[in-house]
T-cell receptor
């Protein structure tokens, strides 16, 4: 079975702090994909990144960076110099052949960035 | 540039009534997905279409739920004889799947259903 665990229910930081959101996954697929989505207060899920299981290179996009480690089945997300606009719920998701390519989401981490 | 759209955005209905939601995907996307999200949880898969064919339905989708995607364009999700437990946000997503591999899904704003 496939499963995504986001153990941090809620994180609160002060603006400009760095913050890391944890994601641990379980799958029996050899080929799978990992995603992060942002859900701001408006409610619409916004796609942030897709990573396939064969590409363990870390990725950086502006203030965002992702650390993928197959050895620990983790795909963590770091926001550097957080801003108030980063306040949202962040979801990690998994997809692969075992799930017929649908997204399996974690329960989300609510990030509150205080001014 | 139009993303995924959903209508209505909010629906309040009385228990036992039928409701229908519509989703218009991004025009060139061949896959369309429906998810349900309850408060404090991540979205849960309900069903998906490849063009007009419904390829998978979750066990969450009881017999009271039906979805269609005529002509492989927009999709509708109908809930018959609504129950209070159906209250949730219903999300539609679409993606372009040219072949192998898995591509990101783009989500609409959702339809929030409240059953009283």
């Amino acid at each position: 079975a496939q499963k995504v665990t986001q153990a941090q229910t809620e994180i609160s930081v002060v603006e400009k702090e760095d913050v890391t959101l944890d994601c641990v996954y379980e799958t029996r697929d050899t080929t799978y994909y990992l995603f992060w989505y942002k859900q701001p207060p408006s409610g619409e899920l916004v796609f942030l990144i897709r990573r396939n299981s064969f590409d363990e290179q870390n990725e950086i996009s502006g203030r965002y960076s992702w650390n993928f480690q197959k050895s620990t089945s983790s795909f963590n997300f770091t926001i550097t110099a957080s801003q108030v606009v980063d306040s949202a719920v962040y979801f990690c998701a998994l997809s692969g052949e075992d799930s017929s390519y649908k997204l399996i989401f974690g329960s989300g981490t609510r990030l509150l960035v205080r001014p | 540039d139009t993303g995924v759209s959903q209508d209505p955005r909010h629906k309040i209905t009385k228990r036992g009534q039928n409701v229908t939601f519509r989703c218009d995907p991004i025009s060139e996307h061949n896959r369309l997905y429906w998810y349900r999200q309850t408060l404090g949880q991540g979205p849960e898969f309900l069903t998906y279409f490849q063009n007009e064919a419904q390829l998978e339905k979750s066990r969450l989708l009881s017999d009271r739920f039906s979805a269609e995607r005529p002509k492989g364009s927009f999709s509708t999700l109908e809930i018959q004889r609504t129950e209070q437990g159906d209250s949730a946000m219903y999300l539609c997503a679409s993606s372009f799947q040219p072949g192998q591999g898995i591509y990101e899904q783009y989500f609409g704003p959702g339809t929030r259903l409240t059953v009283t």
